[in-house]
């Protein structure tokens, strides 16, 4: 809001001298385009002078008109109060009138005094009947009506600019900057549509970042930004596809991990540390999903690799209750039974009933024959000679061509010298 006076010095009841006014400023009205930097110290002067609410001294005025009228130009201002826009007004129609080339802070340090201008004829200044009534306003008005979509549009392009490098707090600063100055105006919404937008992408842009580099609790954060910051709209709708979606590229890439990572045919005696904690993540990242029967599986056996056999036995007790139809069911009971028989353990009397529960429940599966082998040779350790004989007899019938069957009729003969 401008209250000042070329002089600088507000006139009250307590200072009414008139020396050195005029000199303040007549070289600043003797410039044809002054600079911006001269009319916002003419605007800061002209605001502080007719901020006084006193009653006006007009004769104080009237000298400093008259004292000023040889610099302006030689034009007779008789002595009209309304004849101060006679010396403004075109001071600037001249500077406002190189619009056409400014730059975006050009056009904002334009539009900046415009408004200065515009409040003229408001708030303290309403007093002033002379000033009220002044073409300034309308013309700051019709100037901002040409510089603000201007200003808009530089500000648009510039954004669209930091967009392309995916700058994108650069360009949510410009849309926020925009919003403050332009809510009210017909570009209102499209600058907040804009602005939406802009964090929208650039939250997307961080999710992706992460998810490219298997940072999935990372990407999350940002996706779970747009859902809390936007909720019930499409962009918190895309979100929540995209977060279910992370759940399985997060199983693929653990998976691939530990399945590269777990070796212990060719690595006997060594720790599968690696599979074990991928397997792990893998399965913790969707324990109900249709991989979450197969981690949990190969968790347990990377963890008995360890010799963590405690550990391993309570995930194989949990995956048969939470998988009673797992493809790896059979590989989960016997490799619990097998490890109940460990030496680490020796608990035979859980051990052996899982074995041949195996053999039973899964009499066409791989394991069978290699279940009843285990539960024979702990009942031959355990001096049980004449249950052992009949499961290798079955083993035999059953399984002529599998690995073990060559080696049965030898430990068949032996036992049968123990009994």
């Known amino acids: 809001m401008l209250r000042g006076c ?17 000199a303040i400023n007549s070289s600043l009205f003797q410039l044809r385009v002054p600079t911006t930097a001269q009319i916002s110290s003419l605007l800061s002067i002209t605001e502080e002078y007719f901020s006084v609410r006193t ?48 730059n975006l802070s050009q056009l904002t340090t334009h539009r900046n005094l415009l408004w200065r201008i515009k409040a003229l004829d408001k708030g303290r200044l309403s007093g002033s ?48 900057n925009l919003l403050n100055e332009y809510d009210a105006s017909p570009q209102g919404s499209r600058i907040k549509a804009l602005l939406t937008r802009c964090v929208v992408d650039g939250y997307n842009y961080q999710a992706d970042q992460n998810l490219e580099r298997h940072r999935f609790e990372q990407a999350r954060t940002y996706l779970h930004k747009i859902i ?31 399945k590269k990572n777990f070796q212990p045919l060719g690595h006997i005696g060594i720790a599968q540390n690696k599979a074990a904690i991928y397997y792990k993540r893998m399965y913790e990242e969707n324990k109900k999903g249709p991989m979450a029967s197969l981690a949990l599986y190969y968790w347990a056996r990377a963890l008995g690799t360890e010799g963590k056999v405690k550990q391993e036995v309570k995930l194989l007790q949990q995956h048969l209750v939470a998988f009673p139809h797992s493809e790896v069911r059979s590989r989960a009971m016997y490799l619990l039974g097998f490890t109940y028989c460990n030496n680490q353990l020796r608990d035979y009397k859980r051990g052996i009933p ?19 082998w285990n539960a024979a040779y702990i009942l031959g ?3 049980q000679y004449a249950k052992a004989i009949p499961l290798l007899q079955q083993l035999k019938r059953q399984y002529p061509d599998s690995p073990r069957a060559k080696w049965v009729d030898q430990w068949i003969a032996k036992y049968q010298e123990e009994v």
């Open 354 to 372: 899982l074995l041949l529960q195996v053999a039973a429940d899964f009499s066409r599966d791989k394991v069978a024959p290699e279940a009843l």
């Open 55 to 102: 009653v006006y001294q007009k004769g104080l005025f009237d000298e400093i008109i008259k004292s000023a009228s040889s610099s302006l130009v030689k034009r007779e201002l008789a002595d009209s109060e309304y004849k101060i826009q006679e010396i403004l007004l075109p001071l600037f129609q001249n500077f406002f009138s190189s619009r056409e080339k400014l």
């Open 228 to 258: 809390d910051t936007y909720p019930r709209t499409e962009y918190a709708d895309a979100a929540r596809k995209k977060l279910e979606e992370t759940v399985s590229v997060a199983v693929r890439y653990y998976h691939t991990i530990a």
């Open 129 to 176: 009947v002379w000033l009220y009534s002044s073409h300034l306003s309308s013309f700051a008005i019709s100037e901002l009506v040409i510089i603000d979509p201007k200003l808009i549009k530089a500000s648009l392009e510039q954004a669209e600019a930091h967009l392309a490098k995916h700058h994108y707090a650069d360009a949510e600063k410009i849309y926020r």
């Open 6 to 22: 070329y002089t600088g010095i507000a006139p009250t009841s307590r200072n009414i001298s008139t020396e050195g006014h005029c």
């Open 381 to 383: 350790w355990e001096k």
